[in-house]
T-cell receptor, first 112, second 112 residues
Framework: SQQGEEDPQALSIQEGENATMNCSYKTSINNLQWYRQNSGRGLVHLILIRSNEREKHSGRLRVTLDTSKKSSSLLITASRAADTASYFCATDPTGANSKLTFGKGITLSVRP | EPEVTQTPSHQVTQMGQEVILRCVPISNHLYFYWYRQILGQKVEFLVSFYNNEISEKSEIFDDQFSVERPDGSNFTLKIRSTKLEDSAMYFC??????????FGEGSRLTVL
């Protein structure tokens, strides 16, 4: 079954450092999305990258997509303590009515 | 900013009891989803709903689960006879078309 799998499972960095999180998936996609979840809260969409795109930027976020390797990475530059959260990748196979399949998530801790 | 609203935020119930979780989607959104997250684990798809019918459901979404949109606004998830393993955070998510999902803050269900 199609599934986003992130690694590492947990990441601890110092404020100001960059955080890189990776996601692998198994089948073809229309787009891949990254979400953030603060503890006990709902998921918040961060960025979407389409299957015909290789890289996308949004503020301090940079997402890459390699469809040949079925993998994506999320880079957060100049991390802040407020970036501490869980991050999930989600694959969308066809868009519109299709379900998003989420990975297990990465717990990012940014030390002040 | 429009948001998805979920009630109740927390419900405690006895095993075997019926539970109804409610969601008010963003007004012009067309696609509705329920996901659940057992504490510290992955976000699991339950069901998608479009044009007043179920589009897709997962293996988790067995005969004990049902969804409906009775009044054109609320989108509800009913669990007919709760089990201990139904204890989880249940998230409603909606979207207009291809693209990001908007999540509610979740309903925490505790089955005793």
């Amino acid at each position: 079954s199609q599934q986003g799998e992130e690694d590492p499972q947990a990441l601890s960095i110092q404020e100001g450092e960059n955080a890189t999180m990776n996601c692998s998936y198994k089948t073809s996609i229309n787009n891949l999305q990254w979400y953030r979840q603060n503890s006990g809260r709902g998921l918040v969409h961060l960025i979407l990258i389409r299957s015909n795109e290789r890289e996308k930027h949004s503020g301090r976020l940079r997402v890459t997509l390699d469809t040949s390797k079925k993998s994506s990475s999320l880079l957060i530059t100049a991390s802040r303590a407020a970036d501490t959260a869980s991050y999930f990748c989600a694959t969308d196979p066809t868009g519109a009515n299709s379900k998003l399949t989420f990975g297990k998530g990465i717990t990012l801790s940014v030390r002040p | 900013e429009p948001e998805v609203t979920q009630t109740p935020s927390h419900q405690v119930t006895q095993m075997g009891q019926e539970v109804i979780l409610r969601c008010v989607p963003i007004s012009n959104h067309l696609y509705f989803y329920w996901y659940r997250q057992i504490l510290g684990q992955k976000v699991e798809f339950l069901v998608s709903f479009y044009n007043n019918e179920i589009s897709e459901k997962s293996e988790i979404f067995d005969d004990q689960f049902s969804v409906e949109r009775p009044d054109g606004s609320n989108f509800t998830l009913k669990i007919r006879s709760t089990k201990l393993e139904d204890s989880a955070m249940y998230f409603c998510a909606t979207r207009l078309a291809i693209g990001e999902l908007f999540f509610g803050e979740g309903s925490r269900l505790t089955v005793l």
